[in-house]
């Protein structure tokens, strides 16, 4: 006699997020689903399986809307998001100051700046830190001298 196998539900993770709405388990669960599952249908559906297998854009658009974000993603979009800022401000200063920089060159001021080697081993803080300076008017005494320490 053969073991039955058991597979994952796809929608696991719809019934973990129907945990956390409001009003969920004080009898309205079903009206709750459905009027969710027909929101992201556009009106089309109010069944789970049918957005899976008919409107698949709109059911992964649902699940990335709806699914929690851990807290290691979220700090990943914060340095993200700091690491552009403080790219762009290097070279918006340093084309100001008439170079062509490149890439290269702008990750180098970065790290220089940062005492590191590599531009992803900036710390936040550092990278916030970095993006004023390059930024504000009053802190540009401390690009130059940061400047004249990089080779060209």
């Known amino acids: 006699m053969k073991a039955a196998t058991k597979t ?3 929608h696991a993770w719809f019934f973990a997020y129907l945990k956390t709405v409001d009003g969920w388990g ?3 669960d079903e009206v709750i689903k459905e009027g969710i599952i ?3 249908s556009g009106g089309k559906t109010e069944s ?3 957005l899976f297998e008919k409107y698949p854009t709109k059911y992964r658009k649902m699940r990335a809307e709806l699914s929690p974000r851990t807290q290691k993603q979220q700090a990943d979009d914060r340095l993200d998001k ?3 800022k403080l790219i762009a401000a290097i070279f918006s200063n340093l084309e100001g100051r008439g ?3 490149t ?3 702008v990750k180098a001021v970065a ?3 940062a005492k590191v080697t590599r531009f992803n081993d900036i710390a936040l803080p550092t990278l916030k830190d970095l993006y004023n300076r390059f930024r504000n008017k009053d802190l540009q005494a401390s690009v130059n001298e940061l400047l004249k320490t990089i080779d060209i």
Request: charged share 35%; aromatic share 20%.
């Open 8 to 10: 994952a539900n796809p």
């Open 26 to 28: 004080q009898g309205y």
């Open 38 to 40: 027909f929101d992201y």
């Open 48 to 50: 789970l399986k049918e």
């Open 82 to 84: 700091a690491r552009k």
């Open 99 to 101: 170079y062509k920089p």
């Open 103 to 105: 890439m290269d060159y």
């Open 111 to 113: 790290c220089k700046g």
